[in-house]
């Protein structure tokens, strides 16, 4: 079995390790604990500020400390730094263009037992819609460490989506190589294109050797930006495959199905089917549950692909 | 007040307690901590204060209401309405689990007796002056209660909460904070202080009444003097010990959010187990 790791941990890790070359602060709200800010608080607790509970002061005191000229990392729960903050982060950090880069850890319904309250399954889509934003939604451990890295040495506000739930580490650190903005083409396919993000995209593996099984060629695709998307990958995907799948552990409102259905609407109409959570709220249980609950697995990624193909 | 009623107040606090852990040890999950700390709070609000509470018509709009603001402590309130009869005792086990109606935090959709759902820290608290305004309107006589952490009062949305409590004189809204002074990275003056608490809340002219939060007696006499205050919301500013009655979970900010294990979690009940044995034959 693959090394297993929540992207949280190497949120930590990587600010440590970073923390190091660059003169980062990192500020949290109360969660350092479970955020993992704690690891870089050990290590640099003079570039740690604990504003309390209270994420949106916690968001514009970020605009602030960046526009003396350093890089900010404000961490806390997606639902309350994309959620309860939003409306800083519109205007503190996404209007001024200021060199924020929001941590937001425990993304999605793999939160778990915590339940609906504490699920945030419209943060992509919230972040997406701010102008300057850039919002990227590591798969795994080696992809998360070098988003990090990628929105230090960006000029501009960054959102960085991770999870709670340890995941498996997909990606060869030594040959990774992380563009902002850029897909990553897993494996070739010529019958459907299998497009996610974060912990989806272990699964659509799972998926697209499911369908080889059946003779479906998938070609999969991880999309860690989600914005600014790579239209280039998905337009060549929709071109040589004919059909789309996209997954995502969010709302199928205003995240990466959407993003993806936009792109293709506006260049390279197909039919494609969206994965995600069907616009309901989650609710407590155990993770691995949650996701089978929500059909948010590699056999839903499957169906929906022979769905798809169907209306080729 | 009545030695017997005291007695038996106390008991049901206990009784709570032991809910509060059976639940966080069954799920794996869930803030023992805190609910351990209010559990006193509740059993005075849920078996002397609260009126028109019917487990057979939860939504009575009669009824006095209660917000956890701190939803966290869902356990301790799902104890309490699991003792005032809202569902069925043996549910509690099924806390946080996908089948269950039990979330994590309060669900005012899916659990009886809930009258708000919270678990986004300081929005509970203006739910619960929306309550109490709305009962000013309809001329109902309702009483609102809230529960708030005092971490919890990091977040401005409290004090936006509190300014308008006290603008429209809602002397139907009663909160208490508890006062454990622990939140998840630490004792608060490490992290973001919000002291002092007594003062601010009557710079903010609300009626502050300071009381040990674990004593049944001081609550219920803090609550009886807020019914009578005219003009204003009152605070009860509970002096709570966070992990209350299970000796290592005291004052420590380690069990804010972590369940015990089986051993931990015996440990824990017998402790409770003592308690109320002791009281029972007093
Ligand atoms: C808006 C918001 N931010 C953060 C959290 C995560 N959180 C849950 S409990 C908690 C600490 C609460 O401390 P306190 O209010 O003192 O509660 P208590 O000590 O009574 O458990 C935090 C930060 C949350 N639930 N809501
Ligand atoms: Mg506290």
């Not at chain 1, 998926?207 to 600014?228: D, F, Q, W």
Request: contains cysteine.
């Amino acid at each position: 079995m693959a090394n297993m790791k929540a992207t949280r941990e190497s949120y930590g890790e990587a600010l440590a390790k970073f923390g190091e070359e660059y003169d980062i602060v990192v500020l949290d709200a109360d969660l350092s604990k479970s955020t993992k800010t704690e690891t870089f608080k050990k290590k640099f607790p003079e570039r740690f500020i604990n504003v309390g509970i209270a994420e949106g002061n916690m968001m514009s005191v970020a605009a602030g400390i960046a526009s003396t000229g350093k890089v900010v990392f404000a961490s806390t729960f997606a639902m309350f730094a994309a959620g309860r903050a939003f409306e800083q982060v519109r205007n503190s950090i996404g209007y001024p263009n200021l060199n924020v880069k929001i941590g937001a850890t425990h993304a999605g319904i793999s939160v778990g037992e915590d339940g609906a309250s504490h699920q945030c399954l419209e943060d992509i889509a919230l972040m997406r819609s701010i102008p300057n934003m850039v919002v990227i939604n590591p798969a795994d451990h080696v992809e998360a460490m070098a988003a990090v890295k990628a929105a230090i040495l960006h000029d501009g506000p960054v959102y960085l989506r991770f999870g709670r739930l340890a995941v498996p580490v997909i990606f060869d650190e030594e040959t990774y190589k992380f563009e902002l903005g850029k897909g990553v083409q897993i494996s070739d396919g010529s019958d459907v294109s299998l497009i996610a993000t974060g912990l989806m995209v272990p699964e659509a593996i799972k998926a697209a050797e499911i369908l080889a099984s059946e003779g479906i060629s998938a070609r999969v695709i991880n999309i860690h930006t989600i914005k600014p998307i790579d239209v280039d990958i998905i337009v060549k995907a929709a071109r040589e495959t004919g059909a789309v799948v996209t997954a995502e552990e969010h709302n199928i409102i205003g995240g990466l199905g959407s993003a993806v259905a936009e792109v293709l609407c506006e260049n390279y109409p197909v039919p494609m089917q969206r994965v995600g959570t069907r616009d309901v709220f989650g609710r407590s249980g155990k993770p691995a549950e949650l996701l089978k609950m929500y059909n948010l697995t590699a056999d839903d990624i499957a169906n929906a692909a022979r769905e798809v193909i169907k209306r080729k | 007040m009545d030695k017997v009623l005291k007695k038996e107040l106390m008991i049901i606090a206990n009784r709570i307690r032991k809910h509060a852990l059976l639940a966080v040890y069954s799920a794996n999950s869930g803030h023992p901590g805190g609910s351990l700390s209010i559990s006193d709070i509740l059993a005075v609000l849920y078996f002397k204060q609260m009126k028109n509470l019917d487990p057979k018509n939860p939504k009575n709009p009669d009824r006095d209401r209660l917000v956890l603001s701190k939803g966290h402590c869902a356990p301790a309130l799902y104890g309490a309405l699991a003792e005032k009869g809202f569902f069925p005792k043996e549910d509690i086990s099924s806390f946080r689990q996908a089948h269950s109606y039990l979330q994590g935090h309060p669900d005012m959709k899916g659990v009886p007796g809930v009258d708000m759902s919270t678990g986004s820290l300081g929005q509970g608290i203006s739910a619960a002056c929306g309550m109490a305004i709305a009962g000013k309107l309809a001329n109902k006589d309702y009483r609102v209660y809230a529960i708030l952490g005092d971490g919890e009062l990091e977040e401005g949305q409290v004090w936006e909460a509190a300014m308008f409590a006290a603008q429209y004189k809602l002397d139907n809204l009663t909160a208490f904070v508890d006062f454990n002074n622990l939140q998840i990275d630490g004792k608060l003056c490490d992290v973001c202080s919000p002291l002092p608490i007594d003062k601010k809340f009557e710079a903010f002219n609300w009626h502050v009444i300071t009381i040990d939060g674990h004593d049944v007696e001081q609550i219920d006499n803090a609550i009886e003097e807020a019914k009578t205050i005219k003009g204003k919301p009152t605070l009860i500013l509970a002096n709570c010990v966070k992990g209350k009655n299970v000796s290592f979970m005291e004052n420590q900010p380690q069990w804010h959010g972590s369940a015990p294990n089986k051993e931990q979690y015996e440990a824990a009940v017998a402790e409770i187990d003592a308690i109320i044995k002791e009281l029972e034959v007093m």
